[in-house]
C-alpha cells in the first residue's frame, strides 16, 4: 500500500513534490480552512478575496493570517522589504505567481488576468510585509 507522501504509477512508486496538507487545486502549497477553489477561506470570502500570501517562515500559501494562525504551531514572520522580489502572491483565478513588488504596484488588480483584488486587503499589509 501506498504512504502518503509516495504515489506509484507504471514505473513504481514516486516522490510527491506538493507540501503535506496541500491543496491539490493549486500549482503552488496553499494551505487553510476551508479553502475554496479560488483562495477565498472561511475568514475571508468575499468575491475579491482571490488572493494567497507565501509566508516566509514556513514557505506555504495561505488566503490570509488567520488561516495560517489556525494550522500552523509557530508565529508568523513577515517579510522584508529586501526580499519584495520574492514570489509570494498568487492569484486564485488565473494561478499567476506575483512577486510581493508587482502585487503591491498592482493597484488591486492582477497584472496576469485583470481579476480584481480586494483592497481592504491592503489594510492588513503589516501582517505579512514590512513597512516600505
Known amino acids: 500500500m501506498a504512504t502518503n507522501d509516495a504515489q506509484f504509477d507504471r514505473w513504481g ?74 514570489p509570494a502572491v498568487v492569484c486564485g483565478m488565473c494561478q499567476a505567481v506575483l512577486t510581493i513588488q508587482q502585487y503591491l504596484d498592482a493597484e488591486h488588480t492582477c497584472p496576469s488576468c485583470g481579476a480584481v483584488f480586494n483592497p481592504g486587503c491592503a489594510r492588513h499589509h503589516d501582517r505579512y510585509f514590512e513597512a516600505r
Do not use: K, L, M
Not at 53 to 66: E, H, S, V, W
Open 13 to 86: 512508486p514516486r516522490r510527491t513534490t506538493r507540501a503535506p496538507n496541500a491543496d491539490p487545486r493549486f500549482d503552488v502549497p496553499v494551505r487553510g480552512v476551508e479553502v475554496g477553489p479560488e483562495a477565498r477561506c472561511a475568514h475571508y470570502h468575499g468575491p475579491r478575496d482571490i488572493i494567497a500570501i507565501r509566508f516566509p517562515c514556513c514557505d506555504a500559501f495561505y488566503p490570509c493570517f488567520a488561516c495560517h494562525e489556525e494550522t500552523t504551531d509557530h508565529e508568523s514572520q513577515r517579510w522584508p522589504i529586501d526580499r519584495f522580489h520574492t
